[in-house]
């Protein structure tokens, strides 16, 4: 049977997030290597050369699934027929730069990105936010978008839900795959939260396995919440191919699902759950299921987890109060 390519739009497809996805996407990692894809590629106007190579390159690699591939700097085509968007392109900080100034520029490009996505996506369009920061700058492209499901939009903490499996994997002497319900909480930022007491490592409790409060709260949890600045330290450039991993990894868990006795972690709308104000834009535990998730519920949260996960939402509120204040939601 052939099947309908499925029309995937990826935003700062120039940069080098984007070089290291579209590859990806297009050789099948993404959504499945039995589905076509079409490529939508947006850019800004200074942008589009380097996307028209990177599109000559994805032509020289004869990727059996790739059907197309369109290169605009026009949103309203960029998301015409959409069924997943990744927006990639962001407005990074520069010196001197406030952060109410990094949330305003942000909001001149998420703002109308959702707008885009309202009037021109398809009807089962999956958003996938990963410019930073990335929480509110989903909640800005979601509050332009009231056509849409506010659920279609989401965050992507999954890069730290993988940076926090490798830390756990090592302490523990155990490989990723023997370590199942691990749960980032809160912000893409410093102020996340990993949490391993709901964790199980080959099936035993992972914070009884690892029995040492002091390595998490002074070397697990740091080390996770601040890997992106030590890679930037380190490469003297953000994470890029770990990034897109993360990407296509989130995409794929939300459209295919979690494995049997295992979630995974995305920013989502807060429904309210474990104290989380509704309508933030905050990661949570979730199970994914035919192209739908639903939060892990009932989980018990100690006061080691609850001072953490609120320190985290309290900067989501703060962020969501400064664009709410610039008339960006
Ligand atoms: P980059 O600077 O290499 O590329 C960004 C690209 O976006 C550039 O080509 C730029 O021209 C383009 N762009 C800017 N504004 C745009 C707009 N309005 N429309 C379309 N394209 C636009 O950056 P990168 O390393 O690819 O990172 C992209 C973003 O991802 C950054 O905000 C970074 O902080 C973030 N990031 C998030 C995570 C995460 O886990 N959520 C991880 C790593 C990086
Ligand atoms: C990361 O987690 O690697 C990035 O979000 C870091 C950054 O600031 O781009």
């Not at 392109?89 to 730069?97: E, F, L, N, Q």
């Not at 391993?196 to 709260?217: M, P």
């Not at 309508?279 to 035919?290: A, E, H, M, N, R």
């Not at 703060?318 to 939601?329: C, S």
Request: a negative charge.
């Amino acid at each position: 049977m052939t099947r309908t390519p499925v029309n995937v739009t990826v935003t700062g497809a120039a940069g080098q997030i984007g070089y290291a996805l579209l590859f990806r996407i297009a050789s099948g990692h993404l959504l499945g290597s039995d589905v076509p894809v079409n490529l939508r590629l947006l850019e800004i106007p200074q942008g589009l050369k380097a996307a028209e190579g990177t599109a000559m390159e994805l032509d020289d690699c004869a990727f059996p699934l790739l059907r197309g591939i369109e290169i605009t700097d026009d949103p309203n085509v960029a998301f015409a027929g959409a069924n997943v968007a990744l927006l990639v392109g962001a407005r990074p900080r520069t010196a001197g730069m406030e952060r109410g100034d990094l949330l305003s520029a942000n909001g001149g490009i998420f703002k109308p990105q959702g707008k885009a996505i309202n009037d021109n996506a398809a009807d089962d369009i999956k958003v996938l936010v990963v410019g930073n920061p990335a929480n509110t700058n989903a909640l800005i492209a979601q509050a332009a978008a009231p056509d849409v499901p506010a659920e279609r939009f989401t965050a992507m903490t999954r890069l730290d839900h993988n940076r926090a499996l490798s830390q756990l994997a090592k302490k523990t002497g155990t490989t990723v795959s023997d370590i199942k319900r691990l749960t980032i909480w809160g912000n893409h930022s410093a102020t996340q939260y990993p949490d391993i007491f709901h964790a199980e490592v080959s099936g035993k409790n992972a914070a009884e396995v690892v029995n040492d409060e002091q390595w998490l709260a002074d070397t697990f949890i740091p080390t996770v919440a601040k890997r992106g600045a030590a890679i930037i330290e380190a490469r003297g450039a953000s994470s890029a191919a770990s990034a897109a991993n993360a990407a296509i990894d989130h995409v794929h868990t939300w459209v295919n699902g979690t494995a049997a006795g295992d979630w995974t972690s995305m920013g989502i709308v807060s429904d309210g759950s474990y104290g989380v104000p509704a309508g933030l834009i905050s990661s949570f535990p979730v199970t994914t299921k035919d192209g739908a998730f639903e939060i892990v519920q009932g989980l018990d949260i100690n006061e080691f987890s609850r001072a953490r996960i609120d320190a985290s939402v309290k900067e989501l509120e703060e962020e969501r109060d400064a664009v709410r204040a610039l008339g960006l939601i």
